[in-house]
């Protein structure tokens, strides 16, 4: 009988403990979850911000110093936020199509990557007031194609490139029913697509087009026909977090107001291209010497 009572005892001290494991572990996450993303990127002195750096020349990867620096308009945009917040930026970088999953888990603190605030993303995340407004999709094609493609329709039959989860990706699925879409989750991919024949042409952002296009002379872009009805980029959070979102505002009101985009954050992406560039060529005549001798 006294073992059958011990039994019962050590039965219900352990539905017990696990009752109270759950209670807390339940209660830390509804904390977690409660908690301003503002008062946690305070208290932690740090702003995760995500990106697909991929992107030139709004985000792209500069090698300093051996050393692989994260740099463009929407790099330099974050450093401003950042600051005005007066805490440390941490970029995360990963593939475009994953951004907006890992701001709504909280894996980062922001999205800012050339995003456009459509309604459809609205429906999942906050956006900021627009930061860039480009003047349209452009079409980045090999310079050998110029002759044979100056339109939407003479694209019919032929595969387009556009990055998984992106609005040109939406435009062209909807506006140009007699090509075939192509997706790939980075636009350096894409182009290589497009430069081995794999698509005709890759749609991109203006800014986008034009530096891979004057940074490789095989490659040519013009402004596409696609009707874009929500031009412009914006900073992404998370939902119902009015204090950070308030906060993000006064930085972009502050970049808007004295022209920062076109007087700083370009030109300074334009350098960190220009140098790119420069070394690809050095590479490439090395190899070519190599293959010389």
Known sequence: MKKCNLFKIIANLACLMTFLC????????????????LTCIKNKKELVVGTS??????????????TNK???????LAKEIAK??????????????????????????MVISGLT???????????????????????????????KYHSLISFKGQKIGAQNGSLQYQLVKKQMPKSHVKGLGKINTLVLALQSGKVSAVVMEEL???AYAHNNPSLYCFKSDLKEPQAGN???????????????NKTVDKVIAKKLVLTKFLPQAAKSMKKINCQKKIHLNMHHISLRE
Not at 22 to 37: P, R
Not at 121 to 141: A, C, H, M, Q, T
Not at 234 to 248: F, G, I, R, S
Request: glycine share 4%; aromatic share 8%.
């Open 117 to 147: 605030p459509t309604p459809e993303r609205k429906k999942s995340v906050d956006f900021s007031k627009i930061y860039y407004r480009p003047s349209g999709e452009y079409f980045l094609i090999n310079k050998n194609d110029r002759a």
């Open 234 to 248: 914006a900073v992404a959070v998370a939902k119902n977090q009015p204090d950070l979102l308030k906060e993000v």
């Open 208 to 210: 986008i087009a034009k």
């Open 70 to 76: 994260y740099v463009g308009v929407d790099i330099e």
């Open 22 to 37: 759950l209670f807390s572990a339940n209660a830390v996450a509804a904390d977690h979850s409660s908690k301003s993303i």
């Open 53 to 66: 750096a991929d992107y030139p020349p709004l985000e792209f990867i500069d090698n300093q110093n051996g």
């Open 84 to 109: 005005d917040l007066g805490v440390k930026l941490v970029v995360k970088n990963m593939s475009f199509d994953s951004l907006l999953v890992a701001l709504e888990t909280r894996k980062v603190d």
